[in-house]
């Protein structure tokens, strides 16, 4: 038997983009950046002026955000 509850209860689903370069921050993209806010568990604010201090290669903005020191690589 056909159940008519279901019909209209589409589940949607949203999926997050991944950044295409996962070792470099795309500042001009806002799903980078809003995924690399979530990566890093930053503000916007906190994730642009890492990014304006040590440049856009996120594992020196991860360790700049963690407090380590940043290692040449």
């Known amino acids: 038997m056909y159940d008519k509850k ?3 209860k589409a589940m949607a689903y949203v999926f997050e983009s991944v ?3 996962r070792g470099l921050i ?3 993209d ?3 950046v809003s995924w690399w806010r979530k990566r890093f568990g930053c503000s916007e604010d906190q994730l642009r002026r ?3 201090q ?3 290669s996120a594992a020196k903005v991860e360790q700049l955000l963690d ?3 940043i290692l040449a690589l």
């Open 50 to 52: 890492a990014v304006a």
């Open 19 to 21: 950044p295409a370069d």
């Open 26 to 28: 795309d500042l001009n």
């Open 67 to 69: 407090g380590k020191d």
């Open 30 to 32: 806002p799903r980078e």
């Open 54 to 56: 040590v440049g856009n």
């Open 6 to 8: 279901w019909e209209h």
